[in-house]
């Protein structure tokens, strides 16, 4: 199974799950009166659209290079990703506000039942996140390892509900509040990691320099292919589930055009067979001086 088709089953795999729990958190949060049951349901309902967008963009990236996209179509990955964050942060402010409006409304205390349901909902959601974060991981991709954090997002909001509806019951009148609280809080918790997501997303399309780990491997390859003297500049930059490598390598100054060819293309293969996650490779030959002729 390719990299591409291992994230897109893991987005089936969100959208199947966050359907099925908006459900049953909508009706338990309704039956349950409890808001923070309702809030959870709000920001399940909106990561069903999350996996849906990530879906689409696994999909687009996966498309191969053609005349107006030469490097491929990886980019449209933290696209997605800024899109998923704008979710996020939707989900959290509204729970943020119904969540005020709540608390400034006397209201009855929430059934218990729903504490089972709670329960039951943070160990999903716990599981749902590790799957999804391997499978991030394992393929590399930014908009995958969003949606992952939407599945812990919303475990977290589920232990603020819990703690919250466990505090009302116990508590008792006058402390009907306490899981609308809990909803406030988790909606805070909800947008900081969406800066959590974000910040590596725009690194990825700014191309920033975050990549020292991959190209100290990089060098290592290139400089065990026969022919390489050494490594100068090497630049790496992400494009969906895919590195683009950027490389001078250097060779001895005496040689033809065609032997300098001929090293670039074997260094070119060495990376791409070795490093899975390499897409392209770009390498300038730069001749190597001579040191002991130097005065």
Not at 66 to 72: A, K, S
Not at 97 to 126: C, D, M
Not at 167 to 181: I, P, Q, T
Not at 271 to 281: K, S
């Amino acid at each position: 199974m390719t990299k591409e088709q291992t994230a897109i089953k893991a987005t089936y795999f969100s959208i199947i799950g966050n359907a099925s729990l908006a459900i049953i958190k909508w009706l338990a949060g309704f039956f349950g009166n409890s808001y923070a049951l309702i809030a959870d349901a709000i920001e399940s309902t909106a990561d069903i659209f999350s996996s849906l967008l990530v879906l689409f963009g696994l999909k687009y990236s996966s498309r191969p290079a053609d005349e107006n996209h030469p490097y491929g179509h990886g980019r449209i990955e933290p696209l997605v990703t800024f899109i998923v964050v704008g979710f996020l942060i939707t989900s959290a402010t509204v729970i943020a506000y119904e969540s005020i409006q709540n608390i400034r409304t006397p209201h009855a205390l929430p059934k218990p039942f729903t504490l089972v349901v709670l329960g039951g909902i943070i160990i999903w959601k716990e599981i749902s996140y590790r799957i999804v974060i391997k499978r991030s991981k394992e393929t590399n991709s930014s908009s995958l390892r969003a949606d992952a954090w939407h599945h812990r997002s919303d475990a977290i909001t589920s232990v603020a509900a819990f703690i919250g509806i466990s505090l009302a019951l116990y508590l008792g009148k006058g402390y009907e509040a306490a899981d609308d609280w809990a909803a406030l809080f988790a909606s805070g918790f909800i947008l900081y990691n969406c800066y959590q997501i974000f910040r590596p997303a725009l690194g990825e399309i700014m191309d920033e320099h975050l990549h020292d780990d991959l190209i100290l491997i990089v060098r290592q390859v290139s400089e065990n292919v026969e022919g390489v003297a050494g490594t100068e500049k090497c630049f790496i930059r992400k494009a969906g589930m895919k590195y683009l490598v950027d490389l001078h390598v250097l060779v001895d100054a005496d040689i033809t055009v065609r032997q300098g060819h001929d090293i670039a293309h074997k260094v070119q293969d060495r990376l791409v067979e070795e490093i899975p996650e390499i897409g392209q490779v770009l390498i300038h030959v730069e001749p190597a001086e001579d040191k002991s002729t130097e005065q």
